[in-house]
C-alpha cells in the first residue's frame, strides 16, 4: 500500500466532517438572522422586546465561527500573501508549508488544550451568561472542538505536502 | 534585548512567515503567541489567546460581518444584482460610456449590500463585462470600471473594512458607516466622470447604448425597488438612529431572504450555497480578528507603536507630513499586501500616532480605507484587477492595470478632498451622533 494512502483517506474523512459542521455552521447562522430579525420586528411592531436575544446570538456566533473554521482551513481559504510564491522557488515553498503547518499546529494546540480546560473550569463552577443564565461551557467546548478539527486538518495537509515533495507549481 | 528591539524583530519575523506562505491570520496569531510566550511566559500566552479568541467570537458588535455578507450572497444568488444593473443602464446608457457608468453606479448601490470589494466586483463584472463586450467597449475602460468600481464595496457601508477598523481602534461602527456614506458617493461621482473623460477622449472605447423609453426607465427601476428599499431601510435605519449596525444587518440579510423566496428568485439550493460561502468566509474574517487580537497585546508590551509614534513626531514633519508619510508607506504595502491585511497589521501601530497627532479617529478610518482601496487596483498585487481578470476571458492582465489608472488617479483626487476638507466625512456622524 503506497504510504500517502492513509493521509488521503485521512484527508477525504476531514473534509467531510468539516462540510457536516460548516452545515451546522449554516444553521446557526440562519437561526442568528432570524433572531435578531424577529426580535426587531417584535420590539417595533409589537413592543414587546424579546429580553436577552443578544446573548443567545452572541453563542451562536461563536458556534458559526468555529464550526466553520475547519472547512475554511480545509480548503485553504485564509487569506494569505502570495506575491513571492515564484521568487521563494520550489524549496522555498516546500519549507514555508511545511513550517507554516508545523507552527500553527503547536499554537493552535495550545489554544485547545486551554480551551478545554476552560470548558471544564466553567462547568465545573456554573459559569452563565448574565441575563439568560445559559451556561458557557458548551462554546468553549465548541471552540476546542473546531479549532481541533483544524489541528487535525493541518497535520495531514503537512503529511500530505511531505509525502509529495518539493512541487514545481505554486 | 530591549522591548523595542524585541517588537521590531517580531514584526519582521510577521512578515517572514506571511512571505513563507503562512496565511496572514495564522502568522499574526504565532507571532503574536511566540512573542508574549517568549516576553512573559507560556501562562499569560495562553491566557491572552483564550481570552482574546474568545471574544472575538463572540463579541456582538462584529456579528454585522456575517449578518451582511449573508445580505451580499443572498442578493447575488437571487440575481438582484441584475436589476440593480439594468436599472443603471436603463437611465445613463443612452450617454456615452453608459454601460461603464451603470457599472459604476451598480457596483455602488450593491456596495450598499455588500460589504466585500471582491463580492462586488465578482456579482457585477458577471453581468456586466459581458454586455460592455457586446457593445464594443474597449477592454481598458470596461475592465477598469468593473474594477474599481468594485472597491467602493470596501467603503460604502456595510463595509467590511469598517467594520474589522472599529474592531482594532474601539470605535463606532454604527460612526464609521455612517462616515463612509459621503465619500462612497463622492468617489462614486469622480468615477463617473473618470467614465466621461476617458469616452471624451477615445469616443470609441465607450459607445452610446439604446435610448430607453421614460415609462420603460421607470418601469426596469420598479424592478429593482425592492432591493432599494431594504437599502434604505437597513442603512437608512442606522442614520436615523432607529437600528443599531447588528440590527439593521439582521433586518436586511431578513428582508432580502424573505424577499427573494417570495419572489422565487432563489430555490433552496441557491440559498444553501449562500448561507455556506458565508460561514466560510465569515470564519476567515474571524480568525484575522483573532489573529489580530492576539498580536495586539504582544505589540503594546513592546512598546512598538509609541516608539514609532515618537519617532514619527521626532521627524518633525508636522501633522499633515506624518500623515502623507503614512499614507504613502500605505500605498507601497498596498502594492504587496491585500487589504484586510494591510487593515490589521497596520492600524495596532499606526492609529495611536495619528491620534497622538490630533487627526479624528473616524476620518482617518475613512482615509485608511481608501488608501487601501487603492491599494487593490495597484499593482502588482491588485485584489480586484486578478477577480476582474478572472472573468475577463482574453483580456491580458496589463489592459486592466491600463484601465483602472484614470480610475487610481480619481481615487487620489478624492483622498485630497477628503483630507482638505474633511467634513466630507465627518459632517453626517456629526450630525448625527454629536
Redesign the interface.
Known sequence: MPAHIVPIAASLWMRRCSLAL??L??VS??L??????I??VLR?AFGLPLLGV?EI???L??A??????P??TA?G?????????RR?GRW??Y???L??RA??VW??S??V???VL?ALDAREFGDATNMLQLPIWP??AM?AAGMALCVAILVVQALLILLQGPRDDS | MTPELFGFLGIVYLFA??????????AM??TG??GMYLLEG?RA???V??TE??SA????S??VV??FI?LGNVSSQAGFSRALYDAAFAWVGRFRGGLASASVIGCAVFSAVSGSSVATAVTLGRVALPEMRRLGYGPALSTGAIAAGGTLGFLIPPSTGFVQYAVLTEESIGRLFVAGILPGLLLTALFLVTVWLVTLRDPAAGPRGEAVALAERFRILGRAAPLLSIIVISIGGIYAG??TP??A???G???V?LLAFVRRAITLEGF?RA??E???????L???VIGANVLNPFLAVTHIPATLGEAMVGLHLGPYGTLALIILAYVVLGM???G??MLVVTIPIVFPVVIQLGFDPIWFGVVAVIVIEMGMITP??GLNVFVVKGIAEGVPMTTVFRGVFPFLIAMIVALVLIIAFPAIATLLPDTMFG
Do not use: W
Open positions: 460548516a452545515a455552521a449554516g447562522l440562519v442568528m438572522m432570524a433572531l435578531v430579525f426580535a426587531v417595533y443578544n446570538v452572541q453563542l456566533s461563536v458559526v465561527v468555529m464550526l466553520a473554521l472547512s475554511c480548503e481559504a485564509h487569506v494569505g500573501v502570495d506575491i513571492l510564491d521563494i522555498g515553498r519549507a514555508g508549508d513550517l507554516s507552527l500553527s499554537v493552535i495550545v489554544l488544550g486551554r480551551a476552560k462554546f468553549y471552540l | 512567515l506571511m512571505v513563507l506562505r503562512t496565511p496572514v491570520a495564522l496569531l504565532i503567541f511566540g507560556p500566552a495562553g491566557a489567546m483564550l479568541g474568545f467570537v463572540s463579541s456582538y462584529l456579528i456575517p449578518m449573508l432607529i437600528f447588528v440590527e444587518s439582521g433586518v440579510a431578513g428582508l431572504t444553501r448561507v455556506l458565508t460561514v466560510k468566509t465569515s470564519a476567515m474571524y480568525m484575522v504587496f499586501l491585500d484586510l491585511s502588482p498585487v
